[in-house]
């Protein structure tokens, strides 16, 4: 079992940054890659960025490629996401997820085993 807690989130203006971080507990939590999601008010949730179990590997939503920056701290069961550059379109509550063990960079919802339940980032214009 893994319990996943966001932080991080709130209101920021276009073109600020803000950090946000998921702490895991569990003992698997390397052994898993991690993924953020985000979901917009009447819109599907959707893959924002992914990274492999040793923090090797890293992918990207093209919506967010050069603005975001996902990392892991495996010693404290930790990830972040970096998001500079914020737009308003960026406004969703963001989400962090634990793969399944077998995937190695995931872009699927249906492939991650574990959710948080998010943390909310609004940016205004």
């Known amino acids: 079992q893994v319990q996943l807690v966001e932080s991080g989130g709130g209101l920021v203006q276009a073109g600020d940054s803000l950090r946000l971080s998921c702490a895991a507990s569990?003992?698997?939590?390397?052994?898993?890659?991690m993924d953020w999601f985000r979901q917009a008010p009447g819109k599907e949730r959707e893959f924002v960025a992914a990274?492999?179990?040793?923090?090797?590997?890293?992918s990207y939503a093209d919506s967010v490629k050069g603005r975001f920056t996902i990392s892991r701290d495996n010693a404290q069961n930790t990830v972040y996401l970096q998001m500079n550059s914020l737009k308003p379109e960026d406004t969703a509550v963001y989400y962090c997820a634990a793969a399944k063990g077998l995937f190695s960079i995931p872009t699927r919802p249906e492939s991650m085993d574990y959710w948080g339940k998010g943390t909310l980032v609004t940016v205004s214009s």
């Open positions: 569990g003992r698997t939590f390397s052994t898993r890659a």
């Open positions: 990274i492999s179990k040793s923090g090797s590997m890293t």
